[in-house]
């Protein structure tokens, strides 16, 4: 079993990271977000501003998955 790690490939644990890993660093990021906003007592609309702006680039990453499910790619 050259070129496998517990079984797997390297194809295989690629892709699980890419989707998984960090669909979980998205979430954990979001809880980062949250936490900063509710320590600066943001408000309503300074918590809305902090997740519009910071978690914006999240937002390209699950386009690029939905896109890549889409057109099977």
Do not use: N, P, Y
């Amino acid at each position: 079993m050259e070129g496998t790690l517990f079984g797997f490939t390297e194809e295989q644990l690629a892709h699980f990271g890419a989707t998984w890993g960090i669909g979980a660093f998205i979430l954990f990021m979001l809880f980062i977000i949250g936490e900063i906003a509710w320590r600066s007592k943001a408000g309503k609309t300074g918590t809305f501003v902090l997740f519009f702006v910071l978690a914006f680039g999240m937002v390209g990453f699950i386009a690029k998955s939905i896109i890549e499910k889409i057109w099977g790619i």
